[in-house]
T-cell receptor
Framework: DQQVKQNSPSLSVQEGRISILNCDYT??????FLWYKKYPAEGPTFLIS?????DKNEDGRFTVFLNKSAKHLSLHIVPSQPGDSAVYFC?????????FGTGTSLTVIP | DGGITQSPKYLFRKEGQNVTLSCEQN?????MYWYRQDPGQGLRLIYY???????QKGDIAEGYSVSREKKESFPLTVTSAQKNPTAFYLC????????????FGSGTRLTVV
């Protein structure tokens, strides 16, 4: 059973606009969440994280929002750049192991 | 440069054969992990090792085996008992078990022919 879900397999956005990637989880015990970015033929690389004591975390153009009551998190990229085109995975943990979503492929159109 | 090396990048195996995927890290990390990725699914944990000479089953360990004789190395053997071995395999490490700073390798794509 998939505990972390990314319901949009793909997303296309114009350069300069906002990209919003969504992630839902089912386990209310999850207390730490991460986003990874993956380019073709490379392993995922860490992008940004948030713990359950916060509802927002920013790092430059990247902001992650956490809505614990809805068991939902989102990654906002503003402004989007062509180099952001990649697959984005969200992951969640309750302390034991990480559970990964299926990924969303983002294409930023120049 | 520190990192994780997975080899080979692409691997073909005949049905009924065992095959071993290599994972080496020079980050001095204690914990290492093996994940499997299938189309339409998230990464699923096969095995993990918190420290040398110790390893534990993940969610989908059946048909796989691992060893952790050295801190730097965590090879994964896909045995003939694994019913659907064709997949993309990712190795990862973190400074210690429970640390969230995963570093991933670039993966091995295994195809059974």
């Amino acid at each position: 059973d998939q505990q972390v879900k990314q319901n949009s397999p793909s997303l296309s956005v114009q350069e300069g606009r906002i990209s919003i990637l969504n992630c839902d989880y089912t386990n209310s015990m999850f207390d730490y969440f991460l986003w990874y970015k993956k380019y073709p033929a490379e392993g995922p690389t860490f992008l940004i994280s948030i713990s359950s004591i916060k509802d927002k975390n920013e790092d430059g153009r990247f902001t992650v929002f956490l809505n614990k009551s809805a068991k939902h998190l989102s990654l906002h990229i503003v402004p989007s750049q062509p180099g952001d085109s990649a697959v984005y995975f969200c992951a969640a943990s309750g302390g034991n192991q990480f559970y990964f979503g299926t990924g969303t492929s983002l294409t930023v159109i120049p | 440069d520190g990192g994780i090396t997975q080899s080979p990048k692409y691997l073909f195996r005949k049905e009924g054969q065992n095959v071993t995927l290599s994972c080496e890290q020079n980050l001095n990390h204690d914990a290492m992990y093996w994940y499997r990725q299938d189309p339409g699914q998230g990464l699923r944990l096969i095995y993990y090792s918190q420290i040398v000479n110790d390893f534990q089953k993940g969610d989908i360990a059946e048909g796989y085996s691992v060893s952790r004789e050295k801190k730097e190395s965590f090879p994964l053997t896909v045995t003939s008992a694994q019913k659907n071995p064709t997949a993309f395999y990712l190795c990862a490490s973190s400074p210690w078990w429970g640390d969230y700073g995963y570093t991933f390798g670039s993966g091995t794509r295994l195809t059974v022919v």
